[in-house]
């Protein structure tokens, strides 16, 4: 395995004295889909949020292309290449599509034309409302534009929080289609957190299992997919 | 009628004063949620520093009239920026992520010291200036009473306006203007976008002190005393004045500060001179109970 673009090294994290993340160790490749299961309340958006800095790692080290990042302000790091679409997609809702989407952009000062482009072939329905305000879209859409805006800064990591939550299934499986896309055209490297893990694990190149705050069963998607446990806590049971 | 006329004048100019103070408010308000009780006592200091600026440029012969008057602008807008900014390091800053009321009291702390600060070194009495700008308009003759426009008020009026516009400009057409409004609408998420959330909320508070400082010249300018307890009147006003605009809304500081003023003008004209801070409190405590979001505001139920 070449070096990883992502490394989480025995990462804990604690929400006052509650302990989220308990030595929990990730990597992920460069051109990688990787994904993270587990359970509400496992940690999940924790992990990722502690990758950027918010709430901030108590111990472990967290690299990003070989540079250590742990103690790096939340903005700093965002603007290294790696963007997060987190948890409830958090759009600006009082601002239009079109601007969320630049606000997407601002940080790196590049040139937001390309990032748009992207954007609509990727996502057409935010054309249509491109000048709408966000807030008066439907939670697919809104998905979509949280995606779209954390492509805008041309990241090299995209961590993704439940992009299939609360959608329909038609709406989830374009947007995991997309995800595919990107991972397969422009060699995006994703993390990507789902309860879905059905279609989470098919998507991937490789997972991991979160309990509780720690890391307990780690293998491929298609190996996790095929072991009875996983199968029993996260898939159903069939 | 043109009692009247005269009237909407005067309240129209006042207006606007409070207007440049409220929008400092409702900035604040709008991006880290808390009322910044030390803002009038900011525009007290932006008045001073404009008188200081004045006394040194005019009696230093340098320049006067319109010069003067810009240049005593630029200063004090430069000035008190840097109490706002210096303003909210101090009190502020430290206590994000604190309860909710922390900074609060701390504003109210701030708000005390920048007057005794101000009463110490300056000394306690009233300043009287020499009018600066003379001169105006009869506009209207009606029988023995004259509807007077002022050169001032016009400065005042023209002068508001043009800031405005910049300030409009800058908050809807720049990227600082829109990185505010990210932050405003949601912090957490701006800084994961690689916003500078903590540089962005002390240019939020650089902006209010200058526009509060714009504010005092205009005041200083209009009515040539000023002391170092104005900042707590015109400061709960122009509080009001966000109040009643919708706090959180910029064009609604604009909007309650022109109604503010014109209510606190023609109830002196009409009622009672002596009542018309009860006026505009009035106005305080209605819209508290009856409209909490005030005229522009909005509700803060929102889709998810």
Same mark, same amino acid.
């Given at each position: 395995m070449s070096t990883p673009l992502l490394e989480i090294r025995d990462v804990s994290t604690f929400y006052g004295a509650v302990e989220?993340?308990? #030595?929990v160790s990730v990597t992920v490749a460069p051109g990688e889909i990787v994904t993270l299961i587990g359970a509400n309340g496992a940690g999940k958006s924790t992990l990722l949020m502690t990758i950027c800095g918010d709430p901030r790692a108590r111990s472990g080290r967290i690299c990003f292309d070989g540079q250590d990042i742990t103690e790096r302000p939340t903005h700093h790091i965002m603007r290294s290449g790696i963007a997060q679409s987190p948890e409830g997609r958090r759009i600006f809702p009082r601002m239009s599509v079109h601007e969320n989407l630049l606000m997407g952009a601002q940080s790196s000062g590049i040139d937001p034309c390309p990032g748009l482009d992207q954007a609509f072939t990727l996502f057409p329905r935010l054309k249509e409302r491109?000048?709408?305000?966000? #807030?008066?879209?439907?939670g697919g859409e809104q998905q979509m534009l949280a995606i779209a805006r954390a492509l805008m800064s041309r990241p090299r990591l995209l961590l993704l929080d439940e992009p299939s939550l609360g959608l329909a299934p038609l709406v989830s499986r374009q947007i995991f289609q997309a995800i595919r896309k990107l991972n397969m055209e422009t060699g995006l490297t994703v993390l990507l957190v789902e309860q879905n893990a059905n279609q989470a694990l098919r998507l991937a190149h490789r997972g991991y299992v979160l309990v509780t705050g720690r890391i307990t069963m780690s293998g491929t998607g298609r190996e996790l997919l095929a072991r009875p446990d996983v199968r029993d806590a996260y898939l159903g049971g069939h | 009628m043109a009692y009247a006329l005269q009237q909407l004048i005067n309240g129209v100019s006042l207006g606007m004063i409070y207007g440049l103070i409220a929008i400092g408010y409702t900035m604040v308000y709008g991006i880290i949620g808390m009322i910044n009780f030390a803002h009038g006592d900011i525009f007290m200091i932006g008045a001073f520093l404009s008188l200081i600026g004045l006394l040194l440029i005019t009696s230093g012969g340098l320049l006067d009239g319109p010069g003067a008057i810009v240049l005593v602008l630029a200063l004090s807008m430069a000035f008190t920026a840097l109490y706002g900014w210096t303003v909210e390091r101090l009190a502020y800053r430290p206590l994000r992520?604190?309860?909710?009321?922390a900074p609060l009291i701390s504003a109210i702390g701030m708000s005390i010291v920048l007057q005794n600060y101000v009463q110490v070194s300056q000394g306690a009495r009233v300043k009287p200036i020499e009018p600066v700008v003379q001169g105006g308009f009869t506009i209207m003759q009606e029988g023995t009473f004259a509807v007077q426009l002022s050169t001032m008020q016009i400065l005042i009026i023209l002068t508001t306006l043009v800031i405005l516009a910049i300030f409009t400009w800058l908050v809807t057409r720049t990227r600082l203007g829109r990185a505010m409004r990210a932050c405003e609408q949601d912090r957490k998420m701006a800084s994961l976008l690689g916003i500078d959330t903590d540089r962005t909320i002390s240019i939020t508070f650089v902006i209010g002190a200058a526009l509060a400082a714009v504010a005092g010249t205009m005041y200083l300018l209009r009515y040539g005393v000023i002391d170092f307890y104005i900042g707590f009147l015109v400061g709960v006003k122009a509080f009001t004045a966000a109040v009643l605009g919708g706090i959180g809304s910029l064009p609604g500081a604009v909007l309650g500060g022109l109604l503010i003023g014109l209510i606190e003008t023609f109830w002196s004209a009409y009622f009672s001179v002596q009542y018309k801070d009860v006026a505009a409190f009035s106005i305080l405590i209605l819209t508290l109970v009856f409209m909490p979001t005030g005229l522009l505001g909005r509700a803060e139920v929102e889709k998810v």
């Open positions: 989220a993340l308990k #030595g491109e000048a709408q305000r966000a #807030g008066t879209l439907s | 992520g604190s309860f909710r009321l």
